[in-house]
């Protein structure tokens, strides 16, 4: 059974020109047809492509992993690691989750309720994002991996927790989004902070 993660060619181009109307249409709305339409190719070639909206949906979420897994890689390799995973989450509110990706994702996270395969597939991608801020508290604090895991698992869920929530909710469009994203990067960066604090020499 092929993997369903392998890169396709074309696949990241054909996703760039179909992220619109799947998000516009959604999930049920969008037929393969509208998809191939956007894609300019026949419905025949795009099958080729990708077999199904499922298919679609899990290319659109592993590509999306793979970026958040270069960011996280650049804070690891980072001279002050905390310093850079701050900027890359204000980047992604601010700019992907606001301009770009709210509306695709807040599609994907309805389709992960019905669909268990897709619930699967946004499973893995959270406790992959996770398990990748745990790795960075670990370098922080100086701890080891197991302990770190131990002291702040729930901030690495915490901090998904809200991120997920902004996408979902969109709440940008509502009238004091900007108090309301202020607040929220506060909580991220008290949230951070409180890693931060934690010194593995002054520890017991």
């Known amino acids: 059974m092929p993997d369903s993660f392998a890169p396709v060619p074309r696949g990241d181009e054909i996703l760039d020109q179909i992220r619109g109307t799947f998000a ?4 049920d709305g969008a037929s393969m047809q509208d998809l191939a339409r956007a894609a300019g190719m026949s419905v025949g070639n795009f099958y080729r492509y990708f077999p199904s909206k499922g298919a679609i949906v899990e ?31 204000r980047y992604r509110i601010e700019v992907k ?3 770009e990706d709210a509306p695709l994702w807040a599609e994907i996270t309805a389709m992960a309720h019905r669909n268990p395969e897709i619930g699967a597939v946004c499973d893995r991608m959270e406790a992959e994002i996770r398990a990748a801020f745990l790795g960075i508290f670990a370098r922080v604090t100086g701890l080891p991996p197991a302990e770190a895991e131990r002291r702040f698992a729930a901030h690495a869920a915490f901090l998904v927790m809200l991120v997920r929530a902004w996408a979902l909710d969109w709440p940008q469009k509502r009238a004091g989004a900007l108090e309301l994203k202020s607040l929220l990067l506060r909580t991220i960066d008290t949230t951070l902070d409180e890693v931060a604090r934690c010194d593995a020499n002054r520890l017991p």
Do not use: T
């Open 97 to 99: 989750l606001c301009e």
């Open 24 to 27: 516009e249409k959604g999930f």
């Open 59 to 89: 290319a659109i979420v592993r590509r999306d992993l793979e970026s958040v897994e270069r960011d996280f890689a650049a804070v690891v390799s980072s001279e002050n690691p905390m310093a850079r995973l701050r900027e890359i989450l």
